[in-house]
């Protein structure tokens, strides 16, 4: 009696036995999985970052971004550099403030700096983002909104503008003519049609990152003037993750970025009236 209860306690434990191992096989496994799975980045994370690696043949664009320096401004240049890409930046004045550095890095980085006034007003009327107005508004006070921004662009590292883009792409021979004074030359963000090769990507217009390829890529060509943001909130972080995609037509197309504004950028809008 006492050798069977045995053999049959002896039994159980080597059933127990079996089941525990075999549970320690199935967390072991799951844990080495949940493992894996922290150490390992999803295969579209991986994907390396394929910058602009062509001979040019198919001429050369230029990328701008208005509203800057702003808080993707770093990210947005560290999109670049990678890409091998530079830029026309027309910047703010009111936007440098806290952010000096950042002028000198742009520049050390190849990207020129333009000008967009220093509180970002419609420079036709004075008129300013929250809908206040500037009184009195004529020649002398749009003069001050480009000269500022000349100076503040100077004094923390950068040449001497030589572009500028009105706010909203509000111009007039009045406008125009003053900043020729200050020396600036009209880069606008549209021209009067298509022939005039300025590309708007839209990227202001809560559109989605496919749409603001799609938006540059399509009339995309030598010569053409390319129109982003680097403002607040998502439209910016659209526009950086479309600069991927955008270079991969650039090298299909044999295309290159350059920061050489051809003179002909004003596209036309002031033979047309106000």
Excluded: K
């Amino acid at each position: 009696m006492t050798r069977r209860w045995g053999r049959i306690l002896l039994a159980a434990l080597v059933v127990v036995g079996a089941v525990l191992f075999a549970g320690y096989r199935v967390v072991t496994d799951v844990a080495v999985r949940n493992a894996a799975a922290v150490d390992v980045a999803p295969v579209e994370e991986q994907v390396a970052v394929r910058p602009v690696a062509n001979d040019c043949s198919g001429g050369y664009v230029v990328l701008t971004f208005d509203d800057g320096p702003r808080q993707h401004t770093d990210e947005l240049l560290d999109r670049l550099e990678a890409l091998n890409l530079t830029a026309v930046f027309f910047w703010a004045g009111q936007n440098i403030e806290g952010r000096e550095e950042l002028v000198r890095r742009a520049v050390e980085a190849g990207s020129v700096l333009g000008n967009h006034s220093v509180s970002h007003p419609d420079l036709t009327t004075g008129e300013l983002p929250n809908g206040d107005r500037i009184s009195p508004w004529g020649p002398e006070q749009i003069r001050e909104e480009l000269q500022r921004t000349n100076d503040l662009l100077v004094e923390y590292g950068a040449p001497v503008p030589q572009y500028y883009r009105p706010p909203y792409g509000s111009v007039n021979p009045v406008v125009d003519a003053v900043a020729q004074e200050v020396g600036l030359r009209l880069v606008m963000s549209y021209g009067h049609d298509e022939t005039d090769n300025l590309i708007d990507s839209h990227d202001t217009e809560g559109i989605t990152t496919e749409q603001i390829v799609a938006n540059v890529v399509g009339p995309m060509r030598d010569g053409s003037i390319i129109t982003m943001h680097d403002g607040l909130g998502q439209a910016t972080l659209n526009s950086i993750e479309a600069l991927q995609p955008i270079v991969a037509v650039m090298n299909e197309r044999r295309l290159c970025a350059t920061t050489d504004v051809r003179p002909d950028a004003d596209g036309r809008v002031l033979q047309f009236g106000e």
